[in-house]
């Protein structure tokens, strides 16, 4: 049997009767593709098909440099006659790197033998067999750098050592394995993990690559999770295929932003536990929560609305003494119900839900009742969970904020503003900029400048309304998202009060003036009035479908017109949009 295996795959390898197939790896933040995975089938029909059996097979047999080689040499060949755009993700056994093809270059003769470039080509260490000599694979790996490859680890968690695989090789990529993507919307244990491993990556300076992602959920809990997590494969998106798609018409609308209803509502927390009915035979629950040791609290609805929950320690005390299976045997669960349990709609803010439930005076707190707006059941949700959701959205917050003003920093500020634009809903997008503010810190020094800063700061959050959105870009430039119809009224509020605060921050002789005396960037003394503020506002009546990145551009151009008036004002864009 082991000499026709082998006969097998000589003249499987001989006669070059393996397909690559390709996987999209896709960037979710830009909405392309990023690169493609090549990945290798046997003989159709044959019983070494799939690639675990044929590389199985190989292992046994001692081909498995032969078959790796070849299977390289025709995915790169094929790669370039689909004329695949993005990079080429080249599975490679780790053995093969430090054995022939790290002495004789063969991977880099086959580039050059079909005119692909290094740079477009990822070596993916796969890990059927285990590391031995790290010295010689970091050898190995460098030896691939230098000559322009990127490096990429894969199955991260699962396989041999590949913590250590991470440590010792410092890949350029790291692809997550699928057990830690599947089903990760439902699991916040799982969500944990994502935001330590991603911690880890942006410690090492790598990528992130989640495998495996097969449903919209997952999709966009990835995105939600963490913006830095763009690159994503998995059924979802696109099959392994001979000829795969080179545009992907599946991405969730803006790369999947952060909706109302999820990462900062009650649907963040939402767990979609099946209820029961209020004829529901008490002995039925009973086995019910034996069954499952984790069921603290089951929700009672009748006719599609909660009327109250069941909670397990409570049940189960019933069941204390010897009679108490025959005095349930025929009773039902609705003389159990208790209707003290709180009831959040799946739009409330986790904020606004925190406080409800932490303020209601008299009732359980560990479990609640999510609703959808019609009142209709939809699933529980636990409080640990919940604190769990706000301490992860609070740290990012702080990640990403201006470290002077504590205020969001430009990856919030362009989160927001897609998620604005996407909602469709009619705002203000403000540009905020001081005029002279160079020449009051060469006359005061960088101190007081930091400290008007922060005043502006506070001003423009206390001007801003319930709804509004201030952002710090950096240095003396803000942005104001503001929503509803009074915004031009309260940017001239900002200006008049930013006009009365100003010449405080001047010492006595330089107000008298109305301003200091400082070298000009000419190297020549000059006069700068006082520091003045200004605005450039653009209106967006319904920015679904619009490019963030292309309005912070008008926003730039338009901040320019309002810099060429003197003082502190207000340039308004009146052009007509279809917006």
């Known amino acids: 049997m082991a000499g026709g295996e082998e006969q097998e795959l000589r003249a499987i390898i001989e006669g070059e009767r393996l397909m690559p197939c390709f996987q999209p790896i896709v960037d979710v933040e830009r909405q392309r593709v990023h690169g493609y995975e090549a990945l290798i089938r046997g003989p159709e029909g044959s019983r070494l098909y799939s690639p675990l059996v044929l590389f199985d097979a190989a292992m046994r047999q001692g081909l498995l440099v032969e078959l790796d080689l070849m299977c390289r040499r025709l995915a790169i060949a094929a790669f370039v006659r689909l004329g695949l755009p993005g990079s080429l993700f080249l599975n490679v056994m780790p053995s093969t790197i430090v054995e022939r093809d790290f002495r004789e270059g063969l991977t880099l003769g086959y580039l050059r033998e079909h005119g692909l470039a290094p740079n477009r080509v990822v070596i993916e260490l796969t890990e059927h067999v285990p590391i031995h000599d790290y010295a010689l694979m970091r050898q190995a790996v460098s030896h691939y750098r230098d000559m322009g490859f990127q490096v990429a680890l894969d199955d991260l968690g699962a396989g041999h050592s590949s913590l250590r695989h991470w440590a010792e090789l410092r890949p350029d990529f790291v692809k997550l394995d699928r057990h830690f993507i599947a089903g990760i919307d439902r699991e916040p244990g799982k969500q944990e993990f994502l935001r330590s491993i991603l911690d880890v990556s942006r410690s090492l300076g790598c990528l992130l690559i989640a495998e495996g992602v097969e449903t919209a959920e997952e999709y966009r809990c990835l995105w ?94 019933l069941f204390t003494n010897p009679y108490s299976h025959a005095l349930f045997t025929k009773r039902q669960v609705k003389e159990l119900i208790d209707p003290r349990v709180p009831i959040a709609i799946d739009e409330t803010p986790l904020t606004l839900l925190s406080q409800q439930i932490t303020g209601s005076k008299d009732v359980p707190q560990e479990d609640f009742v999510i609703v959808d707006a019609q009142g209709g059941y939809l699933g529980m949700g636990n409080i640990v969970d919940l604190l769990r959701e706000i301490t992860a959205i609070q740290i990012r917050q702080a990640r990403h904020a201006n470290p002077l003003t504590g205020l969001p920093g430009n990856l919030l500020i362009n989160e927001t503003l897609g998620e604005w634009l996407e909602s469709g809903a009619a705002f203000t997008a403000v540009y905020c900029d001081l005029d002279n503010f160079k020449a009051f810190n060469d006359a005061y020094g960088y101190a007081r400048g930091d400290r008007m800063i922060v005043v502006l700061a506070q001003l423009l959050g206390e001007e801003a309304g319930r709804e509004d959105f201030v952002g710090h870009i950096g240095g003396d430039d803000f942005m104001l998202l503001l929503a509803g119809n009074g915004w031009e009224r309260r940017c001239h509020a900002i200006l008049e009060a930013f006009g009365g605060l100003v010449p405080g921050f001047y010492d006595a002789e330089d107000r008298r003036a109305g301003g200091v005396r400082v070298k000009s960037r000419q190297g020549q003394m000059a006069f700068y009035p006082f520091v003045s503020l200004s605005l450039a506002a653009r209106p967006v009546r319904d920015g679904r479908g619009c490019d963030p990145l292309a309005i912070a551009t008008e926003l730039a151009e338009l901040k320019q017109q309002a810099k060429r008036r003197p003082g502190n004002s207000l340039f308004i864009d009146r052009r007509q949009r279809r917006d």
């Not at 009650?266 to 039925?284: D, G, K, Y």
């Open 224 to 317: 939600e999770l963490d913006r830095s997590l763009s690159l994503l494969q998995g059924y979802y998106f696109a099959r392994p295929s001979l000829a795969p798609p080179q545009e992907i018409e599946r991405f969730l609308p803006g790369g999947a932003p952060l909706r109302q209803d999820t990462m900062r509502s009650a649907r963040a927390v939402l767990r979609p536990l099946e209820p029961i009915t209020p004829c529901w035979p008490v002995l039925n629950l009973a086995e019910r929560f034996r069954a499952d040791p984790h069921l603290r609290c089951v929700a009672v609805v009748d006719e599609g609305r909660p009327v109250g929950v069941i909670r397990r320690n409570e049940f189960l005390t």
